[in-house]
């Protein structure tokens, strides 16, 4: 096994509101998909890439998840990043959980994506490639023909060096951000206060040249509604 950052961060404080009426007693990452929490899943990605801790950022809901989370997750340690005073979306969510985070470079997943490697373990696959003299930041990317489930038109083009750019308005772009990647700490730097998207940093370093991609190999699917679950759990039914 390739050696991998230790420290994962796993953003789930969403609101979930997609996925109502799923979501009115629970958060997002608690809906199951095939018996199993949504968050599970996501902890299973990093337990087979020997990933030791994780830290989750909570908000909506977030007594119960809390408790869930410390009491009946195996296999990983977790910290607990709290947004209960506010909800600070993706990158102000990581910037808070910096001091928690601890490491250099760290992972970032979404925790409303359900996949399966394919020939090559992909958060060992970041791994391999991350490239401290050159990136800022390194995204896992799935082929927009193979985006299940997944509502948009398309977030990058790539390179053949790997550098990504932005999709051009009224545009299809080849590739859909994963939910995964690798971070550097100096992404954060000179990052607003306050709640702010993380497409806000992956463009910055797009403009330096410092954004990159790696295709991910295997099944992804966007779990973002009701109807998202019931196709993430027939395609995950094919695949066994």
Do not use: C
Not at 61 to 86: C, M
């Amino acid at each position: 096994m390739v050696p991998v950052p230790d420290t994962a961060m796993v953003l789930a404080a969403g609101l979930g509101k997609r996925m109502r009426p799923l979501t009115a007693t629970r958060p997002k990452p608690m809906v199951e998909v095939a018996g199993t929490p949504l968050i599970e899943h996501a902890f299973a990605r990093l337990r087979s890439a020997g990933v030791k801790r994780a830290v989750v950022n909570v908000h909506y809901l977030a007594d119960s998840f809390e408790a869930y989370l410390k009491n009946r997750v195996s296999g990983l340690e977790v910290a607990v990043s709290d947004e209960r005073g506010a909800l600070l979306e993706t990158g102000g969510g990581v910037r808070k959980a910096l001091p928690l985070i601890g490491v250099d470079p760290f992972y970032v997943l979404n925790s409303d994506q359900v996949w399966l490697n394919g020939p090559v373990d992909s958060l060992q696959l970041l791994a391999t490639q991350w490239d401290e003299a050159r990136m800022d930041a390194l995204l896992l990317l799935v082929p927009y023909a193979r985006a299940h489930a997944h509502g948009g038109r398309g977030d990058f083009h790539m390179d053949p060096f790997g550098r990504l750019t932005r999709r051009r308005p009224g545009r299809v772009a080849p590739f859909v951000y994963a939910g995964a990647g690798l971070a550097s700490r100096r992404l954060f730097d000179g990052a607003p206060d306050g709640a702010f998207s993380l497409n806000l940093l992956w463009d910055r370093a797009s403009a330096a040249g410092r954004l990159f991609g790696v295709t991910h190999g295997g099944l992804w699917v966007d779990v973002g509604t009701p109807d998202a679950v019931a196709e993430a759990e027939a395609l995950l039914a094919a695949a066994a």
